[in-house]
């Protein structure tokens, strides 16, 4: 997308934008060159599939519909499928040297406590990309209060299970249930 419409996002964003660029000068200033910018992961399409639009399409598959339907086929002329829903993709990933549980997003600024995150953690905080897109000002509000509340406490609680069952817990409520939702990842 073009320089404005990044421009726009970027300040609809700007209090988790801000506090991400603060916290990342922070641990610049304070671990160095131990933080640095990672590469976008290899064969980024930068899309993800929406669920629903991936059910909406078994559906029709299963059930063709007639051929006196309405609905122009996909392909004709002028006329384009409902594309996937494209996930952000004016974003920065940094890599710091911290414990994180997974990852840290705050507008633009993905934070990875792993040099080499995975496929799903790195669309899961694109997930959360999607929600600050949402909600703008009101992300750290609606999103960061409760996530890093429950991540306080599961850290506290769910120390003696096993790795499965504590990722299991973390991702099945909002808003990390959403942020996998958003970022097409399945568990
Ligand atoms: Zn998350």
């Not at 409760?146 to 299991?168: F, L, N, Q």
Request: hydrophobic letters at 40%; a positive charge.
């Amino acid at each position: 997308m073009g320089r404005w419409h990044d421009a726009a996002w970027y300040v609809w964003q700007l209090p988790q934008n801000l506090l991400g660029l603060a916290f990342w000068r922070l641990m610049q200033r304070r671990h160095g060159d131990a933080v640095q910018v990672l590469p976008r992961p290899a064969g980024d399409s930068s899309v993800a599939t929406e669920p629903a639009a991936d059910s909406a399409i078994e559906h029709s598959a299963a059930h063709p519909k007639p051929a006196a339907s309405k609905r122009p086929a996909a392909g004709a002329v002028g006329q384009n499928p409902t594309p996937p829903r494209p996930l952000p993709t004016d974003f920065t990933m940094i890599h710091l040297p911290l414990p994180l549980f997974g990852g840290v997003s705050l507008g633009r600024y993905l934070f990875f406590g792993d040099p080499n995150p995975s496929a799903d953690l790195v669309a899961h905080e694109r997930g959360h990309m999607i929600q600050s897109r949402r909600l703008g000002p009101l992300y750290l509000l609606v999103v960061g209060v409760p996530s890093v509340a429950r991540a306080m406490y599961h850290r506290r609680r769910h120390a003696h299970w096993t790795p499965e069952a504590r990722s299991e817990w973390y991702h099945r409520h909002w808003p990390e249930s959403a942020a996998d939702r958003h970022g097409g990842v399945r568990r």
